[in-house]
T-cell receptor, first 116, second 113 residues
Framework: SAVISQKPSRDICQRGTSLTIQCQVD?????MFWYRQQPGQSLTLIAT?????????ESGFVIDKFPISRPNLTFSTLTVSNMSPEDSSIYLC?????????????FGDGTRLSIL | SQQGEEDPQALSIQEGENATMNCSYK?????LQWYRQNSGRGLVHLIL?????REKHSGRLRVTLDTSKKSSSLLITASRAADTASYFC?????????????FGKGTKLTVNP
């Protein structure tokens, strides 16, 4: 199964600033997923990052707020821009096992973000 | 839109007891998955059950799927303190997009030593 490393594991940021979260996979995958998990809540999909094309954003999430890069088949970044306290969440990246849908997803340990 | 609804929201049991969590959904699916999340960590995949399966086992875990009732259950037998975690069911959205998963709100399980 894929091993996913996320950096940073946690951060405390000032409002109005931006933070870029990195996600590294130990194998090549076509799709990478970025989720947000607000305190005590379930996971909400932010966007799907495809290599070689623009990310596909879910309803309620926009590129200006959450720009995503996908420079190759093993790496992606999510930037949380112009942060406010409402952005305090855990951000997780994930991939399909074997890079195939309808298989288990594997997750990084997440980035716990607190905005002051 | 499709989202699993877990029940109960929280469950507290003693070590050695069994824990049962349920997930109900609205539209037909081709598979349903269960995940565990320990506090402050990412999600770990537990079991994937397909629509043509009624039951799957993995160690102390047993998952059932009743497509006629649109529900699934996760049973953890002989629970341990280390099973304390949140458990989520996940399924494809109802409006296409099989590349995505939609997660339920989860059941928070506490196993007391």
């Amino acid at each position: 199964s894929a091993v996913i490393s996320q950096k940073p594991s946690r951060d405390i940021c000032q409002r109005g600033t931006s933070l870029t979260i990195q996600c590294q996979v130990d194998s090549q995958v076509t799709m990478m997923f970025w989720y947000r998990q607000q305190p005590g809540q379930s996971l909400t999909l932010i966007a799907t990052a495809n290599q070689g094309s623009e990310a596909t954003y879910e309803s309620g999430f926009v590129i200006d707020k959450f720009p995503i890069s996908r420079p190759n088949l093993t790496f992606s970044t999510l930037t949380v821009s112009n942060m406010s306290p409402e952005d305090s969440s855990i951000y997780l990246c994930s991939v399909w096992e074997g890079s195939r849908p309808n298989q288990p997803q594997h997750f990084g340990d997440g980035t716990r973000l607190s905005i002051l | 839109s499709q989202q699993g609804e877990e029940d109960p929201q929280a469950l507290s049991i003693q070590e050695g007891e069994n824990a049962t969590m349920n997930c109900s959904y609205k539209t037909s699916i081709n598979n349903l998955q269960w995940y565990r999340q320990n506090s402050g960590r990412g999600l770990v995949h537990l079991i994937l059950i397909r629509s043509n399966e009624r039951e799957k086992h993995s160690g102390r875990l047993r998952v059932t799927l009743d497509t006629s009732k649109k529900s699934s259950s996760l049973l953890i037998t002989a629970s341990r303190a280390a099973d304390t975690a949140s458990y989520f069911c996940a399924l494809p959205p109802s409006q296409g997009g099989s590349e995505k998963l939609v997660f339920g709100k989860g059941t928070k399980l506490t196993v007391n030593p």
